[in-house]
């Protein structure tokens, strides 16, 4: 526990600095392009009072959420087919290939001219760049799992709706959550990106509106709004959901 605390003192004091080094340069420059975190703080307080951050804070949430759950369980259903069957492995793992190296911009791109601006093209386009990562992942943890255990349940005749949630589905558990973890992070930049191309409202929208009149506080603000949401979701899901997939292992 004292070490935990400790760390989390640390974590904070360096954030402490930060902001300090931050104001510091800020009150030398005195440009316009490097606003004080005072002034992000006050323009931030002005939109999460006005709705407008919240309300174009929530459709970028939703939006990842829908790309998140959507990306992962095709890529968790493709992975472990791959992972547990050659012949499948080898007629997907060229198309993985090509999907892994494709850029981002270009799958959004396209996702816009072949289905228009619409939401359906945004989770389309935010999905795709996503999927191959979690292929990859869940496909080594698929080659991965102890082929002993499920020959055991198989000896005592374990019923194979058991054998896959008991015997199988925790040994996936690590690679399922680093895969969560890597994708969350991957897929709130390209919904950004997403929103700035072909999006009349979330949070990649407003930056766009910002940057055409160098509206640097508020590019700022709405930027830390969306970081401390991703950190927060990390922090209070994904980091115990770790533990929690690492326990069978001790």
Not at 60 to 67: A, C, G, H, K, M
């Amino acid at each position: 526990m004292i070490i935990k605390n400790n760390s989390l003192l640390i974590k904070l004091l360096s954030f402490i600095l930060l902001l300090i080094f931050w104001l510091i340069l800020a009150s030398i420059l005195n440009i316009e392009t490097l606003p004080s975190p005072l002034e992000v703080f006050f323009k931030l307080q002005k939109d999460l009072s006005n709705g407008s951050l919240i309300y174009h804070l929530s459709i970028t949430l939703y939006r990842v959420l829908v790309s998140f759950l959507l990306a992962m369980f095709i890529g968790v259903v493709i992975g472990i087919l791959m992972g547990n069957n050659k012949k499948i492995d080898n007629i997907l793992d060229s198309w993985n290939i090509i999907f892994l190296n494709i850029p981002a911009l270009v799958l959004i791109i396209l996702s816009y001219v072949w289905f228009g601006l619409t939401e359906l093209a945004a989770i389309i386009a935010v999905s795709l760049n996503k999927i191959p990562n979690v292929i990859v992942t869940i496909r080594e943890g698929a080659r991965a799992v102890n082929r002993d255990l499920l020959q055991v349940a198989e000896v005592y005749r374990v019923s194979k709706s058991k054998k896959f949630t008991l015997f199988y589905l925790p040994q996936l558990y690590p690679y399922l959550v680093a895969s969560a973890r890597g994708g969350i992070s991957l897929i709130w930049k390209i919904v950004l990106v997403v929103e700035l191309l072909g999006r009349s409202n979330g949070i990649g929208f407003k930056l766009h509106e910002f940057f055409q009149f160098f509206d640097i506080t508020s590019i700022l603000a709405y930027t830390f709004a969306f970081v401390v949401i991703m950190i927060a979701i990390e922090n209070l899901f994904f980091v115990p959901l770790d533990k929690m997939a690492n326990k069978w292992r001790t």
